[in-house]
């Protein structure tokens, strides 16, 4: 229902009668003309023309392109950079992990600054320091000058995401929006891609000592051209009027999510360590009770009734699970294939290959389709992640003792890799599309930039919960048995755990809709 405000602007609210429902920003609702909002309702770039929709998007896919070569690019240098700086396991994960951390901390926060204050400042803002982070990474003299880039770098990635996916909230009609969601999820995976064949050639081409930098430096010109871009074609602030911001609700959800993130690290004490679970789950009901307070008077970080939406509750469970265990595939088998069989980086690139396009192919396949079948495409995408590394798990059972490391390639190769990780690349693509055009669907497009921030948050809480667990097992493994091919099966099983999760998840969904139908 509606109602208006002081301004004579039509408000949306969202929630039951327990009077817990709150107004949204005052952004007038725009009518479509075969998809196209009218143009004196479309949002404004700077010099005052409507912001064209198709061009916006295609800057957002380059800055989400940029954003997950970072991830991979890392992951096949990780093995070069350990031996330079002489790294411990904690500080391996704190480079991977660290930079999940920050961008998933900031998500919510910069999402809900876009909406309230215009996305294109915010957004030009997170590529700038992303390029500075990375230049300072490039340049790192010790391993702890490098962590602390990272985790500059994931600030950057964290502001400017959210912008992305609120102007596509904003710009498209929710039956449209599988197609730019499609090229999103495709612009992850073509990352994935690209990342390791070009850090391998990379790291290949400038030596152990100089080519890991190249890794962080290769962002720079990508990262200016994006920035200017953006700063051209991205929406500026609709409403004259700003509301204040909910800084003390943003400080509590980054205290409370940032505490429990500190459980994975192996460098606190054991008291300590534990000691980091209720302080975060205190700070997070904190923040449920100090958002339900401040909805009554102002526009709170995050608005909590989005999870009352059955499709967006779900979409970022199941996010949080799959991305659980797709971002701790990349790392387990880039050590696995690199420490366990001992090829260089470039062949474990080009291993991971099949991985990435068969996302790339999934995600493409599946974002014109999301808004029609999503529920089926998530659940057959889960089972056939599932079922690819499965084989890849069988594949390996059957491999060539460790001393024989090349032996044991053509098999792994043919069968898992070239099998198991193409049948896992293609259900991912058919799960993220459909998923977050879903889990985006009934969400008003005033409130765009703080859900895509949380939904993007659940997908690199459990990326990086992900990497920290399997690089827990992996290790762990490693110590028990000594035996890189039994310590490889442990994690696999793991993340073949977190599909299962959110594959059960689907089906319960589906199985209760057909039923209430």
Request: charged share 10%.
């Amino acid at each position: 229902m509606g109602s208006a405000n002081a301004y004579g602007v039509q408000r949306t609210t969202l929630g039951g009668p327990d009077g817990f429902g709150r107004r949204f920003p005052a952004v007038p609702d725009c009518r479509m003309n075969n998809g196209e909002l009218d143009a004196a309702e479309a949002p404004r770039t700077a010099s005052g023309r409507p912001v064209r929709r198709w061009p916006a998007a295609t800057v957002g896919v380059l800055a989400v392109f940029l954003g997950g070569l970072n991830i991979s690019l890392l992951v096949i240098a990780l093995p070069t950079i350990r031996s330079v700086f002489d790294l411990s396991p904690s500080g391996q994960q704190w480079l991977i992990s660290g930079y999940f951390l920050t961008f998933g901390l900031v998500l919510v926060p910069a999402g809900r600054y876009g909406d309230l204050r215009g996305r294109r400042n915010v957004f030009v803002a997170g590529i700038a320091l992303f390029v500075v982070a990375s230049t300072a990474a490039g340049f790192a003299p010790s391993g702890t000058w490098l962590i602390v880039a990272r985790l500059a770098q994931g600030v950057g990635v964290g502001m400017a995401l959210p912008q992305v996916f609120g102007t596509v909230q904003r710009m498209f009609a929710a039956r449209e929006r599988g197609r730019p969601l499609g090229l999103l999820a495709a612009a992850v995976s073509a990352s994935r891609l690209a990342g390791p064949v070009l850090g391998g050639v990379l790291v290949t081409v400038g030596g152990a000592e100089q080519g890991w930098r190249w890794i962080f430096l290769i962002n720079v010109p990508i990262g200016i051209i994006v920035a200017a871009f953006g700063w051209r074609l991205f929406p500026v602030a609709e409403r004259d009027q700003r509301s204040e911001l909910d800084l003390i609700g943003a400080l509590l959800l980054i205290c409370g999510l940032g505490l429990l993130w500190l459980m994975q690290g192996e460098q606190w004490p054991g008291l300590l360590r534990w000691l980091f679970l209720p302080a975060g789950v205190a700070m997070l009901a904190a923040f449920v009770l100090w958002e339900r307070s401040y909805a009554h008077r102002g526009e709170p970080i995050f608005n909590l009734n989005l999870f009352r939406i059955r499709t967006f509750a779900l979409g970022a469970f199941i996010a949080t699970f799959y991305f659980a265990g797709y971002d701790a595939i990349y790392y387990l088998l880039s050590e696995y294939l690199q420490n366990g069989l001992g090829h260089s980086e470039l062949v474990a690139g080009i291993a991971l290959m099949p991985l990435a396009l068969g996302t790339v192919v999934g995600s493409v396949a599946a974002g014109a389709k999301a808004g029609r079948v999503g529920r089926p495409l998530i659940a057959v995408g889960l089972a056939f992640a599932a079922v690819g590394l499965a084989v890849l798990l069988v594949a390996d059972l059957f491999l060539p003792g460790p001393n024989s490391p090349h032996a044991a390639t053509l098999p792994l190769l043919l069968v898992g890799l070239g099998g198991g990780l193409a049948t896992a690349g293609v259900g991912g693509g058919l799960v993220i599309a459909p998923n977050q055009t879903l889990a985006l669907s009934h969400v008003p497009p005033a409130e765009g930039g703080s859900a895509g921030g949380m939904l993007q948050t659940g997908q690199r809480f459990g990326g990086g919960v992900g990497v920290a667990v399997v690089g827990t097992a992996l290790f762990a493994s490693l110590e028990n048995t000594g035996d890189w091919l039994l310590a490889f099966r442990i994690p696999m099983a793991v993340i073949i755990g977190f599909f299962v999760t959110a594959l059960v998840a689907a089906l319960i969904d589906l199985v209760t809709r057909s039923r209430t139908h």
